[in-house]
């Protein structure tokens, strides 16, 4: 049974910075094509940051140049590293995972493609 749970959200100031991470178990985890998505209340979920099993990488608009997508092998951990955090990045936010993908790459952002959630973790961004 694939399980994926998400750890480091909380509330910070703007400007400053949160380290997201996500343990999977239950699957190979190099395999997985995984992603974090972010969604705030009365919004849809939408597409941060993904990472597909080569370690190539795409992110939203909202995140380049100030987050940061990884994966830590060895403690099959998926890792997003938040930079200068802004109050509309205010949202739950969720991992996601899946063993394969329609659309490659392009895929990697959109939440159709994933199989499987965590439950999420709380960012809160006060201005």
């Known amino acids: 049974q694939v399980q994926l749970v998400e750890s480091g959200g909380g509330s910070v100031q703007a400007g400053g910075s949160l380290r997201l991470s996500c343990e999977v178990s239950?699957?190979?985890?190099?395999?997985?094509?995984m992603a974090w998505f972010q969604q705030a209340p009365g919004k849809k979920r939408e597409g941060v940051a993904g990472?597909?099993?080569?370690?190539?990488?795409r992110y939203a608009d909202s995140g380049k140049g100030r987050f940061n997508i990884s994966k830590d092998n060895a403690k099959n951990t998926l890792l997003l590293q938040m930079n200068s955090l802004k109050p509309e990045a205010t949202a739950m936010y969720y991992c996601?995972?899946?063993?394969?993908?329609?659309?490659?790459?392009?895929?990697?952002?959109?939440?159709?493609?994933?199989?499987?959630w965590g439950q999420g973790t709380q960012v809160t961004v006060s201005s």
């Open positions: 239950g699957y190979p985890y190099n395999r997985f094509y």
């Open positions: 990472i597909d099993s080569n370690g190539s990488t």
């Open positions: 996601a995972a899946t063993p394969w993908m329609r659309s490659g790459w392009v895929g990697l952002l959109d939440s159709t493609e994933y199989n499987y």
